[in-house]
């Protein structure tokens, strides 16, 4: 077995580096491959079974899908749906698809359950920080700019409603922005997936940055197998491999996507209560759940959380979670007793240590 991982030159690879594609890595001929850029970041779609048009047709639905995705959610296109709303006036309901509002009620959801930890409505924290479509500072924000910007955060400032096919969705305050970058790349692997089994695709590994779904086996008749690396930034230390059969697995890690200034070192993981970025020892977190949809949700709301408190979220809410937190001789994995029914045999040893 050989291990490699897909390299991207764009800044969002932080994930990229925490998954490596162990079984998809040799193309066999009973496997086809696609893969592309989006959403700032890559993917990569392998399948064992026959796709109707063969790879050209794959490759050209997948993209279509992706675009029309940005086109609905990316706050990086001026043009988007997504960028039409943050920039219209409040109290005037936008008509968005469902495909949209899932992703939207998804943050609504998150938010509520994990208190506030993952909040959709982040965006004007992430930009001032340097991590959205703005330019970074130059400097630390202020405490002044810092309680205008929580001032426009909330969901409770958001409102989504049923209307016919569609929904409406709107906002009780004009300069409310909504964010849905950490919830991109999950919907995309979970609508990527639909996608091939509509076409009647059953054997199949998705991957779009830290979001992973799986289905059936990989060309030697094996279970799909992702590993879990360590942040360390050696290439190719595996923490973990895992098996997620057919379960959406999102990791978020706040180890790569980060700046230095003044000395200090800041992490594109905002949370919402104190308006800054993140400074715990939690470096990353796995999550397994239905969807990857709800995975890249509850993933960021832990890295909020830090170690401790994501640990015993985690056990309250049975989740299978995979936490590395940076210790005094390296890194500890943590993961529930929910995960470790989809951790492999890994090939190598290191410390991991289940939290029963
Ligand atoms: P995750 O942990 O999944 O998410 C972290 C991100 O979520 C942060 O970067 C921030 O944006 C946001 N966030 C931080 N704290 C919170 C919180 N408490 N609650 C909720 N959200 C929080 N990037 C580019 O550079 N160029 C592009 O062209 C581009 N296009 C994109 C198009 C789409 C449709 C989407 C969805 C994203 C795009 N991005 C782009 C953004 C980039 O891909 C995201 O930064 C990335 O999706 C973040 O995911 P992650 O896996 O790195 O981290």
Redesign the pocket.
């Known amino acids: 077995m050989s291990f490699s991982a897909p390299l991207s030159p764009l800044?969002?690879g932080?994930?990229l580096a925490l998954m490596l594609l162990l079984s998809a890595c040799q193309p066999s001929p009973t496997q086809t491959r696609i893969q592309g850029n989006t959403?700032?970041?890559y993917f990569v779609v392998t399948i064992t079974d026959t796709y109707p048009g063969g790879k050209p047709a794959l490759q050209k639905e997948v993209n279509a899908l992706l675009a029309r995705?940005?086109k609905e959610?990316?706050t990086?296109d001026p043009d988007s749906l997504i960028s039409r709303f943050n920039l219209g006036p409040a109290n005037a309901p936008t008509l968005i698809p469902a495909t949209m509002a899932k992703i939207v009620q998804q943050g609504i959801d998150a938010g509520h359950l994990t208190g506030g930890?993952?909040?959709?409505t982040?965006g004007p924290l992430?930009n001032l920080w340097g991590?959205?479509p703005d330019k970074r500072p130059v400097k630390r924000p202020s405490p002044e700019q810092i309680v205008r910007a929580r001032e426009r955060v909330g969901i409770d400032k958001l409102d989504l409603l049923p209307q016919g096919d569609h929904f409406l969705l709107t906002k009780r305050i004009a300069d409310l922005y909504l964010?849905?970058?950490?919830l991109?790349?999950g919907a995309a692997s979970d609508e990527i997936a639909a996608l091939l089994e509509r076409k009647g695709v059953d054997n199949y590994l998705i991957e779009v940055?830290?979001a992973v779904r799986s289905k059936g086996h990989n060309s030697q008749g094996n279970p799909w197998r992702v590993a879990i690396v360590e942040p360390s930034g050696k290439p190719g230390t595996i923490e973990d491999v895992v098996t997620p059969n057919g379960m959406g697995l999102s990791t978020?890690g706040s180890y790569l996507?980060y700046y230095e200034l003044d000395g200090r070192r800041y992490s594109?993981?905002?949370?919402?209560a104190t308006g800054e970025p993140v400074t715990h020892k939690l470096v990353s977190a796995s999550v397994i759940t239905q969807t990857t949809l709800e995975a890249?949700a509850l993933?960021?709301a832990l890295?909020?959380m830090g170690p401790e408190q994501a640990m015993s979220f985690a056990r309250r809410h049975h989740l299978a979670v995979y936490l590395i937190v940076k210790t005094e001789q390296g890194f500890e994995a943590r993961y529930t007793p929910e995960f470790a029914p989809y951790l492999s045999a890994k090939p190598q040893t290191g410390a991991t240590k289940p939290v029963s």
Do not use: C, Q, W
Request: charged share 20%; aromatic share 4%.
């Open positions: 800044r969002h932080a994930l959403m700032g970041t995705m940005n959610i990316s990086y930890k993952l909040d959709v982040v992430v991590f959205g964010d849905l970058s950490t991109g790349e940055a830290g978020a996507n594109h993981i905002i949370d919402p890249d993933d960021t890295m909020v």
